[in-house]
Structures are given as structure tokens and as C-alpha cells.
């Protein structure tokens, strides 16, 4: 198991950049990690890697054995799924990622009960509101708050997701309601931003009656955690774009209301993305069915409290 745990680290190291990384990701130190790769690189007869103070890069040698190293294990991945019993012993660890609010409000409370379905199922839940890379970061599933461009990996819509502006009462009687996103410009509107690295630019994507149109946002406020704006917006700091199942519990209670209704943002969708051979594993099909079957329902429930508490 030893030649196989090293293969591991070694496709790690390869697809982070980083023995560090790779270290962290699978649970271990710089130095075991060095030692392993070390380890494949003398059984192998090859240079893997070119390592300096700053940079890690791999040979040619290493690039080709990638490849192939990826494949072996997948092949052990898929041969060892086959002989697990999934309705009596599925077993294993899940890596999954999901947007911040998402985790909170709708993923994390039902890891604790799919946990006491499948004791020997564990769940790495890891929460953050910028991109991450399903293959690079070695994850079997995230959760995706977006419209997608063309992907190669697995997608099952999870949700269509309806968004609005909506702002504080103490923002609206300081500031005023804009109409619409003309206005938003127009009154410089502080708006409350999401952004995180690699996030360019500073525009909302409104519905208009000529069709999806952006608007330059400008605001004193931005960060790349979503619950950091909405805790901006309920203290009267500006305006935040939000799906509504994020916020529905503050707009029944008042605290938050819509703003420049004239022109809505465009609905976003909640997904869940894999890699195809993930879902052959069956612990990754029991994980997916189950809080996809779970967020839906929660998602439901608060759409229906904000239309029965407005008469929408």
C-alpha cells in the first residue's frame, strides 16, 4: 500500500504545485511528503520533479508518469467501489465544497444526520465563496452558486435560484429607494460587492425591457464572503444583490427590502459539479441524493414562509 500511498502524493504535488499543499491535503507533513516522492523517484530510476527554493516543476519524466499515475488510480478507486456493499457498508471520505451562505444555512445541518446513516462515511465540508477547482483541489463534489460556462465535469441542477437588491429600512431613509439600476448608478448607490481573486469586475447583470443589461456598481464595502455583505446591508451600509432563499428570513421580518424592483437581477442557478468517475463511487451517489434531496425541501419551505407572509 506503501508504493500506492506514494503514487497519492505524488499526483498531489503534481496537480497543487506545491509539497506543502500536498502535504496538507493528504493529512501529513512537508517532510513525509518529500520523503515519498523521493521514495517513487528512486524506485522509478527518474527525476519526477525539478525543485528549487521557490518553485517545484515537474520533468518531462514527471509529466508523462502523471498521466499515467492518474489513471492507476482511478482504476483502484473504481475496483475498490465495486466490492463495497453500498446498501450495508459504504465507507470511505467525501471532499466537498460549497459557497459560504449555501454550507451554512443548507449543507452543513444535514451532514450530522447522513453521518448517522453511514457511520463509516466522513464528510471534509469546505466552505468558501470563491471559485475552486473540482479536479486541482482533489474534491468529489461542489456546490455551485452560478450560471456555468461549458465544463467537463458532471452538473445536476440543484435549484433555479430568483435574486433582488434589497437594502436596510435605515439605508432606504438615508439614501432613498432607487427605481431601478439607472438610478442605482446615477444616486451612486453604495453597493455591497462580492468579490474574491480573479473576480474583474465592479457591474450587476439587471433584467431590463431590453433585456439583461449591466450596471457599474460603485460602494465603499466589499468582501468575498456573501454573509459579510448581507451583515453590511442589515446594518444600513448599502444595497446587496442576494438569491432570495439567502435573505427570505429578514425580508418577512422587515429588516431587509427590495430595492430597484424595476429592474431585478437575473436568476442564478444552484448546482452540483463532479468528475463523471466520482459518481460511480456509491458513497459519492448516497452523499449527492441525499442533500440534494434535503436542500431542495429547505430551499422550498423558505419560499414558501416569504409567500405566505407577503400573499405572494
Keep these: 500500500m506503501s508504493y500506492v500511498n506514494n503514487i497519492k502524493m505524488f499526483v498531489r504535488v503534481h496537480e497543487l504545485g506545491s509539497m506543502s499543499a500536498a502535504a496538507r491535503d493528504q493529512r501529513t507533513s512537508p517532510a513525509v511528503a518529500s520523503a515519498r516522492i523521493s521514495e517513487l523517484e528512486k524506485h522509478l530510476g527518474v527525476r519526477l520533479f525539478n525543485r528549487t527554493t521557490r518553485s517545484l516543476q515537474p520533468t518531462e519524466n514527471g509529466r508523462i508518469f502523471y498521466e499515467g499515475a492518474r489513471k492507476v488510480l482511478e482504476a483502484i478507486e473504481e475496483a475498490e467501489a465495486a466490492v463495497i456493499d453500498v446498501t450495508q457498508n459504504p465507507r470511505g471520505s467525501i471532499f466537498v465544497a460549497a459557497p459560504l451562505g449555501i454550507g451554512r444555512r443548507f449543507i452543513a445541518p444535514h451532514v450530522p444526520s447522513f453521518k448517522d446513516l453511514y457511520p463509516q462515511i466522513d464528510v471534509r465540508l469546505r466552505l468558501s465563496d470563491r471559485k475552486v477547482d473540482v479536479t486541482a483541489e482533489g474534491l ?87 454573509d459579510v455583505l448581507t451583515g453590511w446591508a442589515l446594518d444600513g451600509r448599502g444595497i446587496v444583490m442576494k438569491p432570495i432563499f439567502e435573505v427570505a428570513e429578514y425580508l418577512r421580518a422587515g429588516r431587509l427590502v427590495p430595492v430597484a424592483t424595476a429592474t431585478p437581477p437575473t436568476p442564478t442557478q444552484l448546482s452540483c459539479l463532479s468528475q463523471h468517475r466520482r459518481l460511480r463511487d456509491p458513497k459519492i451517489r448516497l452523499f449527492v441524493d441525499f442533500i440534494i434531496g434535503r436542500v431542495k425541501a429547505d430551499m422550498a419551505a423558505r419560499m414558501q414562509e416569504l409567500a405566505s407572509d407577503t400573499g405572494g
Design 140 to 226: 468529489d463534489l461542489a456546490f455551485h452558486l452560478g450560471l456555468l460556462e461549458d465544463s467537463t465535469l458532471k452538473v445536476r441542477l440543484v435549484a433555479d435560484c430568483p435574486r433582488l437588491l434589497c437594502a436596510a429600512p435605515a439605508y432606504i431613509a438615508r439614501r432613498g429607494n432607487p427605481a431601478d439600476g439607472a438610478a442605482l448608478v446615477a444616486e451612486r448607490h453604495d453597493c455591497l460587492n462580492l468579490r474574491f481573486p480573479g473576480a474583474l469586475e465592479f457591474q450587476w447583470t439587471l433584467q431590463t425591457q431590453d433585456g439583461p443589461r449591466r450596471f457599474e456598481i460603485t460602494g465603499p464595502f466589499e468582501s468575498d464572503d456573501g
